[in-house]
């Protein structure tokens, strides 16, 4: 199951000066430098938009699966992903932004996280066993307008020993995976303590074995 969401729309001014003193200015105006990749636009178009506008997407953990719709200066409209943010080192403003044009009707490849759900549900869980995410994201093909916010996984029935694969999870239509089908996203494990006595009786079991061979192996010599 994939959440949707809205896409977000953003003014964009294009700018003909950049530079070090240029940016500096441009953030002083709280707005923010930004360079707009693509398609149509290989060499780089540079731009600026406002902060307040861009902050809550640049600052969401969906912000690489997230549409932006560019309103430009000339009155046309071009649909972005935002590919790189640049932070202050101490405070972590953002200084710059590289946005990647996206065209409609032709599928990108695209990065998005995995959401687990009902964890209060899961029997497994109820039993004291852990829950071990090994992966967090795939990557898949797909349509600007079909890219979900995420994928998510419910996890309401899964019990100790229960393991969910990529192949496991519900895409989004007309989508092409990217990632190994076979690729583990999580499984419940046994409690710790649990865990810790099974091992515990196998080394018993083992030394109880070797043990037993030994004297065998002393009996066989004195035998001889």
Not at 26 to 35: F, T, Y
Not at 195 to 215: P, Y
Request: hydrophobic share 40%; charged share 30%; net charge negative.
């Amino acid at each position: 199951m994939a959440a949707k969401k809205q896409q977000q729309k953003i003014e964009f001014t294009l700018r003909e000066k950049t530079g070090t003193g240029v940016c500096r200015k441009i953030r002083a105006k709280n707005l923010v430098p930004v360079i707009l990749y693509g398609p149509e636009h290989k060499e780089g178009l540079a731009g600026t938009v406002s902060a307040r506008a861009i902050a809550p997407i640049a600052n969401s953990v969906a912000r690489e699966t997230t549409v932006i719709e560019l309103a430009m200066s000339d009155g046309k409209e071009c649909m972005a992903l935002i590919r790189d943010v640049q932070r202050h080192p101490l405070t972590q403003n953002i200084r710059h932004i590289d946005f990647y044009q996206v065209l409609k009707g032709h599928k990108i490849k695209v990065e998005i996280p995995i959401r687990v759900i009902n964890k209060e549900l899961a029997p497994g869980l109820k039993e004291g066993g852990l829950l071990n995410q090994i992966t967090r994201s795939l990557f898949v093909e797909i349509k600007p307008r079909d890219i979900p916010e995420d994928i998510v996984v419910d996890i309401a029935e899964l019990m100790i020993g229960g393991e969910i694969f990529i192949k496991d999870l519900a895409l989004p239509e007309d989508c092409d995976l990217l990632s190994a089908e076979d690729t583990l996203v999580l499984h419940i494990s046994q409690p710790r303590a649990v865990a810790e006595t099974e091992e515990e009786e196998i080394l018993e079991e083992e030394s109880a074995e070797v043990e037993v061979l030994a004297k065998g192996k002393a009996k066989e010599e004195d035998e001889e």
